[in-house]
């Protein structure tokens, strides 16, 4: 028995005549929105707010930046804007201007730590093996007596 096989699923079907659903809700939602400004309002003042709305509702159906809806870039600015952000504050070293005018870093101080022998590396490891192998119940009898 053969089937058949859904190809170009990324592109969405264009439902009313050259737009998608999306583009055709955003196209009628900034239209709407218009006609009722015009309807309310004195025309100059319709006039006014009327053009940012349509130009927002053909960016939401229409622009793609990054190959990405606008819409997800719309989303993301409100996210960013009206989250929390934690700012992290890292110091720089202090750059001295030297006599040449050239900037010399300066130096980096260094750590130091300790190596461990072979031997002390082995009584550490038997240590913390005697002490995780260790049955707390044994050693509270062992105490009392």
């Known amino acids: 028995m053969r089937f058949q096989v859904p190809q170009f699923i990324e592109v969405e079907d264009k439902i009313f005549g050259p737009l998608t659903f999306k583009q055709f809700v955003y196209v009628a939602g900034g239209g709407g929105i218009c006609v ?3 309807v309310f309002l004195p025309k100059f003042l319709a006039i006014l707010l009327s053009v940012p709305i349509v130009a927002f509702a053909g960016a939401l159906a229409f622009y793609k930046p ?3 809806p606008f819409i997800n870039f719309v989303e993301s600015f409100f996210h960013y804007s009206l989250k929390s952000k934690l700012y992290i504050w890292k110091k720089t070293d202090n750059l001295q201007p030297t006599t040449d005018n050239k900037i010399s870093a300066k130096p980096i101080e260094q750590i130091y730590v300790p190596k461990l022998s072979e031997s002390k590396l082995r009584e550490l490891t038997w ?3 005697i ?3 260790r049955n707390p119940i044994t050693d ?3 105490n009392r007596i």
Do not use: A, R
């Open 131 to 133: 002490k995780e192998n």
């Open 140 to 142: 509270e009898k062992s």
């Open 36 to 38: 009722i400004l015009f």
């Open 127 to 129: 240590s913390l093996d």
């Open 66 to 68: 990054n190959d990405k």
